[in-house]
């Protein structure tokens, strides 16, 4: 009994200690109580749930037909709220605090919320190269079960928790970029529900408009319920080489090269400073040297960036083994750096061995405790963004972000940027390397203020004819929204297909200057 009356005492005292303090108060500025106590084993029963879920359902080969009924169950939905008089604009009824994105979506308490449920793994033809999914399935489940039968998909983005339709409405990006493009350019077919409740499928020959304006459209055109995606045969391994880079100048020249360099299947920088930045080049093998392998995603190993920059520290190169799968997640267990704020001492080693194993807690479950307070401080001191830069501007680019947030690490990733019709395309008419510029943290410049210094940047990337990733806080005007992106195909389909009594705008759902 000592042990159960020494829990309950110490539960009693730590309940108190809210109770003085103030719940806002612990949350704050003890957030890794929380998180180290609640939603860490929280994320672990939501791990295991979905993963168990969809081995069942793949192996009992039931998907497709319940997928067949669920589809149809949407086209009611919509069907009734036509019969209804359309007097709302409609989404997809998931909670937004469900969503990867740290914004907010308020317009889920206006709008007629859709049901979709919808998380599958349809099929597999390795045929044709190509998997089925539907709009709710993740990269974890993808990874899992592509590779457990040696295929992967082709641009990977990194965080477990993505899903297809968010990638596909929004977009996604992984450091095969550089050959593959963004992970709208490895979809083949879109299959979505219209503002009139019919089931319509769309490829580059099949309604190939609407298969151009569906990516970046955040849900404006229909709604997902299946997507078509091409897929390679995979390999065991990845052999990375580390290669620390002093010197702007040539940190974006060797950048440039290695992504220029398609004989490099995985390209990536990590920047620790305006003039310090690791590179890595990688390919896949089917071998590997047994004394540099490296198990990178254990649960028990250092954070992956914390990794890279010892070669920094030690001004040494090095190359490596990963297995495939723990190198596309490589990432996920710190989200990039960001667990540093939320956890200070998650990368300790007695840390990493006792509780490693539950980490990350779960972005969705992150947003669903943090309250407003935490919002607005997040909001005020905190940046993530993703600028999408053409390579040639990337020593300017670097520069104005050190000069505008001075935020480090900046991921640095390479993709390919076909010419094209849609919302997102090079401004000529011949394919244009980019580099995606990934800020994520505490910005240390003096009198830092979250809307000036975004819009600054903002402004930038528009000079530049960059873009500027959706799923982030975007502070642009409508005239300022629409001469970064393309919006011509966009809106006469909007037009065509009556999408404007269906759906908000792209700009008025995802922009902080019109959301309600």
């Not at 620790?272 to 990178?296: C, F, Q, W």
């Not at 990039?336 to 001492?345: C, K």
Request: net charge neutral; glycine share 6%.
């Amino acid at each position: 009994m000592d042990p159960l009356l020494y829990l309950g005492g110490s539960l009693l005292l730590f309940l108190l200690w809210i109770k003085v303090k103030g719940l806002d108060y612990v949350i704050v500025h003890q957030r890794w109580i929380f998180v180290c106590l609640f939603l860490l084993p929280l994320s672990v029963v939501f791990d295991v749930y979905y993963y168990v879920r969809t081995w069942l359902i793949f192996k009992m080969c039931s998907a497709p037909k319940l997928h067949d009924q669920r589809v149809k169950d949407i086209q009611r939905q919509v069907r009734e709220w036509r019969k209804e008089g359309g007097k709302k604009h409609m989404c997809t009824g998931r909670p937004g605090w469900l969503s990867v994105s740290l914004r907010v979506g308020k317009y889920k308490n206006t709008h007629k919320n859709i049901m979709i449920n919808m998380m599958d793994i349809l099929e597999v033809d390795t045929q044709r190269q190509v998997v089925r999914v539907e709009p709710l399935a993740n990269m974890g489940q993808v990874t899992a079960l592509l590779n457990s039968i040696g295929w992967t998909l082709p641009v990977l983005p990194e965080l477990d928790d993505l899903t297809v339709g968010g990638l596909v409405m929004g977009t996604g990006i992984e450091s095969s970029s550089h050959i593959y493009g963004l992970f709208q350019h490895i979809c083949v077919a879109y299959e979505l529900v219209l503002a009139d409740g019919s089931l319509v499928r769309c490829t580059e020959e099949e309604n190939s408009d609407l298969f151009h304006a569906v990516p970046w459209s955040c849900g404006t055109l229909g709604f997902l319920v299946a997507t078509e995606i091409k897929i390679v045969p995979a390999k065991a391994w990845v052999k990375l080489r580390y290669e620390p880079v002093r010197g702007l100048e040539n940190i974006c020249k060797r950048f440039t090269e290695a992504s220029e360099n398609k004989q490099n299947s995985f390209v990536e920088g990590i920047q620790y400073s305006l003039d310090s930045a690791v590179i890595m080049t990688g390919t896949m093998t089917d071998h590997a040297e047994p004394d540099k392998i490296n198990r990178i995603g254990l649960y028990f190993k250092p954070w992956f960036f914390k990794h890279v920059e010892s070669y920094l520290k030690q001004d040494c190169t090095g190359v490596e083994y990963i297995p495939l799968r723990h190198y596309y997640h490589r990432h996920t267990r710190s989200i990039f750096w960001e667990l540093q704020d939320i956890i200070p001492f998650g990368n300790n080693p007695v840390f990493r061995w006792l509780f490693g194993w539950m980490v990350p807690p779960k972005i969705s479950l992150l947003k669903l405790t943090q309250g407003e307070t935490i919002r607005r401080l997040y909001e005020q001191h905190h940046v993530v963004q993703d600028m999408m830069i053409p390579m040639k501007h990337l020593q300017a680019a670097i520069t104005r972000f050190h000069q505008d947030i001075n935020v480090y690490p900046l991921w640095l990733c390479p993709f390919l940027l076909p010419p094209g019709k849609g919302m997102v395309h090079p401004k000529g008419q011949e394919e244009e390397l980019h580099v995606d510029i990934g800020a994520y943290g505490e910005p240390k410049v003096k009198h830092f203020e979250a809307k000036a210094s975004t819009r600054q940047l903002e402004k930038f990337v528009r000079e530049v004819h960059g873009f500027q990733m959706l799923y982030a806080d975007v502070y642009m005007n409508r005239e300022e929204f629409w001469e970064m992106f393309d919006g011509q195909l966009y809106h006469r389909l909007r037009n065509e297909l009556g999408c404007k009594e269906a759906f908000p705008e792209v700009y008025n759902k995802i922009c902080k200057s019109a959301r309600h």
